[in-house]
């Protein structure tokens, strides 16, 4: 059994900012990429920012200057890093990652959300 918890999210105003983290626990063998995606009321799904296991990035044109993510392979966690935040990020944050199990293969493992709320 494998999990991904989030915390980290909540209410804040336009221009300030919020760490994200994400846990991943369980039957783990090795954690392969990770990243984060978000869900806005009525919109869909959408990559926020992804991050290998050896450290290379890839950001969403629209957080790329404000969101950074890295990861510490050690705590099987990733972060977000998000300031200068905007109205228009306000949405659920999903955790991502593809991870190999001791008996599973490679499969992508989803968290539960956190709302990030930001008021103008």
């Known amino acids: 059994q494998v999990q991904l918890v989030e915390s980290g999210g909540g209410l804040v105003q336009a221009g300030g900012s919020l760490r994200l983290s994400c846990v991943a626990s369980?039957?783990?063998?090795?954690?392969?990429?990770m990243g984060w995606y978000r869900q806005a009321p009525g919109k869909q799904r959408e990559l926020v920012a992804s991050?290998?296991?050896?450290?290379?990035?890839n950001y969403a044109d629209s957080v790329k200057g404000r969101f950074t993510i890295s990861r510490d392979n050690a705590k099987k966690t990733v972060y977000l890093q998000m300031n200068s935040l905007k109205p228009e990020d306000t949405a659920i944050y999903y955790c991502?990652?593809?991870?190999?199990?001791?008996?599973?293969?490679?499969?992508?493992?989803w968290g539960q959300g956190t709302q990030v709320t930001v008021s103008s």
């Open positions: 991050i290998t296991s050896g450290g290379s990035t």
């Open positions: 991502n990652a593809d991870i190999t199990g001791w008996v599973r293969p490679s499969y992508d493992y």
């Open positions: 369980g039957s783990i063998f090795r954690v392969n990429a």
